[in-house]
């Protein structure tokens, strides 16, 4: 197994409604260059996170105790940029399980599946209700179900089910990844390869 | 119903090992790309699972996100960078993949190098733990930045999962204006779509303007496809692209090439295959381009004015965050801008040609005081070419001085990085939020304008000092 199995996950959220959040924003590239991958929570989001002198900017939200949970909640192009797996790690390591947005940058999604932090896209309609519904009380719990791909904002019960494919819905709820899948199509491989014309 | 298919299908078939129903396909990769930066947790991820590389030939390593652009020959003064470095040495010895480290003659930036020496080749499939793989589909190949779990994937297996991505093609027919480089073409379509109006998407580039672009200026505009939010961007092989390849070290040879060659002129768009979109430009509509703001789309002609939160399609608060941090104003003018520092290099544009243009704005003027100017090639071969056409003798004339490869302040992994609050107007990429160092404010553009910036010192129109005759 390559990372804890996802199925039911309620929390608190914490709102970060800024569109085109990169991932230079998320990790910085100057702290990538560690050859393990650990400790990338402590930079998650640095240059905003953080004043050159390395004391925290109070008006960033993760310095803002009202806010916690297991949720990021993010505008609309989240995770643009970059391909590096780095701010996805970060965002785990940090504790989040979950990102939600309106849009996700193709690479970060695949990233995100990839190491077990789920990624659900919302409409714009819903991603504002919840906005609005963590502005009203920062205690606002969000239930995220994949077994049954909705997710709730248990004050108001507004609901919205999301899209997710049959095969990587598969792997969040088991905990395996494609490394598991591809060892066992090895054979078939190996065939392919030898047909190659490169 | 037509069995018409797209360059991209064509490609992206011939790859499919496995199709899942309701999942992604298995896909062959030809070859595979790395570098230090996102490789090292690969590689560890195998040993934890006692895996071993499958198939080391069509792995190809080299050093380039960390590696310092002075000194090459003594050694990297940060701990953590030579770390990385000595990882990527490491690994690549114990596997048996061929390495371009530091110091080699073939060193450079993965994207220059794999193209220059003929590992890229048409109609492959092509992946690196780097968001501008993107940039050999200039060769007609499915090219695309992955993770480092993909990375550990490839290593693993030679085959990454993904769902078929939807196709866009992009057409832009007639004629570039004087002093527009592919850059601006790239900048301007992005410009166009947004950051994000191309994801979930990858693209076929089509039309006069693309057929009678160079390799070099196509792999510009394939870099930059990411910067749209594409998966990737590609261009159909053609003569131009075969008598780039022929030749090449790496490129079949023989009977090998006429088999290859012969493939290669079938991976084409057929006439009525179906886009899911598509988009027509005029390039009449294109100028200079720069940006303003901190996303790639947030850039206009470079006569033009900052256009008001109003008029872009990003959020008010994003967009004005993003002036702010620039300390720019709605409806300011760019033209007359003062500007601290020129970067010319990265994978977008640190390519013989890409010098070959600046040293033709440059040529027999001098570098303006206020502006501190890293040149940087693409590669040890860039660096050699620029100096036996005589554009090194150009350039230390007009006050210029050549570093050495990398990919240098164009994400700021080593330390050439732009200081807080200073302009850079820069070739590479990305205007992200320092992302060319902590608080440095990115102006992107074509080698043009960073000539004309170098020698002027502010905004400067590249067309005004562009005599007639000269390359356009």
């Known amino acids: 197994m390559a990372y804890d199995k996802f199925t039911v996950l309620t929390s608190t959220a914490v709102p970060l409604p800024i569109e085109n959040v990169d991932t230079d924003q998320i990790i910085p590239a100057r702290f990538l260059k560690a050859t393990e991958r650990k400790g990338f929570g402590d930079n998650l989001f640095r240059d905003w996170r953080y004043n050159s002198d390395d004391t925290p900017k109070k008006d960033f939200v993760l310095n803002n105790p009202i806010y916690s949970g297991k949720i990021l909640v993010g505008g609309k192009n989240f995770g643009s940029g970059s391909s590096r797996e780095h701010a996805a790690w970060a965002i785990y390591d940090y504790g989040f399980r979950c990102v939600v947005s309106s849009f996700f940058a193709d690479i970060f999604k695949g990233n995100s599946l990839n190491i077990g932090l789920l990624p659900v896209t919302v409409s714009e309609t819903f991603l504002d209700k919840i906005f609005k519904a963590i502005e009203a009380d920062p205690k606002t719990e969000i239930e995220v179900n994949l077994p049954e791909q909705t997710i709730t904002i248990l004050a108001t019960g507004d609901q919205e089910s999301f899209d997710i494919n049959g095969y990587k819905k598969h792997n969040m709820l088991n905990g395996f990844d494609d490394i598991d899948y591809l060892q066992s199509a090895k054979e078939d491989i190996k065939a392919f390869a030898e047909k190659s014309l490169y | ?472």
């Open chain 2, 1 to 472: 119903m037509s069995n018409a298919t797209t360059l991209f299908d064509k490609v992206w078939d011939a790859h499919v090992v496995r199709h899942i129903d309701d999942g992604p396909d298995v896909l062959f990769i030809d070859r595979h790309f790395i570098h230090e930066v996102t490789s090292p947790v690969a590689f560890l991820g195998l040993e934890k699972r006692g895996i071993p590389v499958l198939y080391p030939q069509r792995t190809f390593a080299t050093a380039d996100h960390n590696t310092p652009t002075m000194h090459q020959d003594q050694p990297v003064k940060d701990p953590l960078s030579a770390n990385q470095l000595a990882a990527l040495s490491s690994n690549a010895a114990k596997w048996g993949i061929s390495l371009w480290a530091l110091g080699s003659p073939k060193n450079g930036i993965v994207h220059v190098v794999g193209p220059e020496n003929g590992i890229t080749q048409p109609g492959m499939t092509i992946v690196c733990g780097d968001s501008h793989t993107s940039t050999h589909g200039a060769f007609g190949c499915i090219a695309f930045g992955i993770g480092t779990s993909e990375v550990e994937m490839v290593l693993s297996s030679q085959c990454i999962m993904q769902p078929k991505p939807k196709k866009m093609r992009i057409t832009i027919n007639g004629k570039l204006g004087k002093g527009v480089l592919p850059k601006d073409v790239a900048l301007y379509m992005i410009s166009r779509i947004t950051a994000s109006g191309a994801t979930g998407y990858f693209v076929e580039y089509a039309g006069e303007v693309f057929e009678n672009m160079s390799m070099e200026g196509r792999m510009t505009v394939c870099n930059m496809s990411i910067e749209m939010g594409a998966r990737g961007g590609m261009i159909a092989p053609d003569q131009t692209t075969f008598d780039y390849v022929n030749g090449k070290e790496k490129a079949p040879k023989g009977e090998a090439w006429d088999k290859a060659l012969a493939y290669w002129k079938t991976l084409k768009t057929d006439e009525d295959a179906v886009f899911d979109k598509e988009l027509h430009f005029d390039a009449a509509d294109i100028e200079p381009q720069i940006t303003y703001g901190t996303n790639p789309g947030l850039g206009t002609g470079i006569t033009h004015q900052i256009p008001k939160a109003s008029e872009v399609k990003d959020g008010e608060a994003s967009y004005k965050k993003s002036l702010a941090y620039m300390d720019f104003e709605e409806g300011q003018p760019l033209i007359g801008k003062k500007i601290d520092y020129v970067f010319l290099g990265s994978c977008t544009n640190g390519r013989i040609e890409d010098f070959r243009a600046f040293a033709s704005i440059v040529k027999g003027k001098k570098k303006a005081d206020n502006i501190t100017a890293w040149l940087v090639p693409g590669s040890h071969i860039v660096e050699e070419q620029i100096k036996a056409e005589g554009i090194l003798d150009i350039l230390n004339e007009a006050g210029f001085e050549l570093r050495q490869p990398g990919c240098s302040a164009c994400l700021a992994m080593n330390e050439d990085k732009i200081p807080a609050g200073k302009y850079a107007v820069s070739t590479s990429n990305r205007n992200f939020e320092g992302r060319q160092g902590p608080g440095a404010r990115t102006l992107l553009a074509s080698p043009y304008v960073a000539a004309a910036v170098a020698v002027t010192g502010v905004v400067t129109d590249p067309r005004e000092l562009m005599t007639e005759g000269a390359m356009a």
